[in-house]
């Protein structure tokens, strides 16, 4: 005797676009004796439960299922039914609930190296969550660390994935650097703090110097270069002024 088929199990939903979801469930372990013609999903709003799209029409005959006409930003929850020529089942549990199209999350792993003298190349990893659409920009705000009134606040990098060259930077300034997403529904939260940066200062100073005689008015000296290059590739040494000094100490009379 053909009956209805029993409920679909294992529903799920995630964002498809600002105003659907896409729903995926496990058939029902019984068809009911003929063959799943089609399933039907109510989407009911977890925050408003008087709000649903009742008995939304998949028009499939298998998992998933695209809903429609949801609005964007609220919370839903849903349910599915699978029908056969005998008619539609009963519902299953809920899904979890699902927040339609939101902005993006937080970026994370946020650093930044020296550009130029006035400029910083900030790197970082995409938000775990895009919002249910394309992230389309990411934002950077570049706060002097010594003066924290003085920021770039909201530098647009028109960039969709990292990194981005933040320009109009003071040299030598120390900044530290925040990245926020962007998507169709706006801009979201933003990231925790890079580490403190000083843009394009002067190299700091070699160490384990050292000199051998290379002849009656010459030396050659050695030495480790500096840990830090100020940002920019060292382009040129300053030679010690007190010559004589140096190579009377190597044990040369000039």
């Given at each position: ?28 372990s ?73 902005v ?39 706060t ?18 990292s ?49 051998t ?12 270069a ?29």
């Open positions: 005797m053909n009956v209805v088929p029993g409920a679909p199990t294992s529903v799920a939903a995630t964002v498809a676009s600002a105003t659907s979801a896409t729903v995926t469930f496990t058939a029902p019984s068809n009911g004796g003929t063959a799943i013609i089609d399933y039907f999903v109510t989407a009911t709003d977890a925050a408003h439960s008087g709000d649903s799209v009742t008995a939304f029409d998949c028009s499939v005959s298998a998992s998933p299922c695209l809903v429609t006409g949801l609005t964007a930003g609220e919370s839903y929850t849903f349910t599915v039914a699978a029908a056969n020529a005998q008619g539609t089942g009963s519902y299953s549990a809920a899904s979890s609930a699902l927040i339609v199209n939101v993006p999350g937080a970026p994370t792993s946020v650093a930044a190296t020296v550009a130029s003298a006035t400029s910083a190349t900030v790197t970082f990893t995409a938000p775990s969550s895009n919002g249910g659409t394309a992230i389309t920009d990411y934002f950077v705000t570049a002097d660390a010594a003066h924290s009134g003085d920021s770039v606040t909201a530098f647009d990098c028109s960039v969709s994935a990194p981005c060259l933040v320009t109009g930077l003071t040299a030598g300034e120390s900044y530290t650097f925040t990245v926020a997403a962007a998507n169709a529904q706006g801009t979201g939260s933003y990231s925790a703090a890079s580490s403190a940066l000083i843009v394009n200062v002067v190299p700091g100073a070699p160490t384990s110097v050292a000199a005689v290379a002849s009656a008015t010459s030396a050659h000296v050695t030495f480790t500096p840990s830090s290059n100020g940002g920019t590739a060292n382009h040129r040494l300053l030679r010690h002024r007190h010559r004589r000094r140096a190579l009377r100490r190597l044990g040369h009379r000039l």
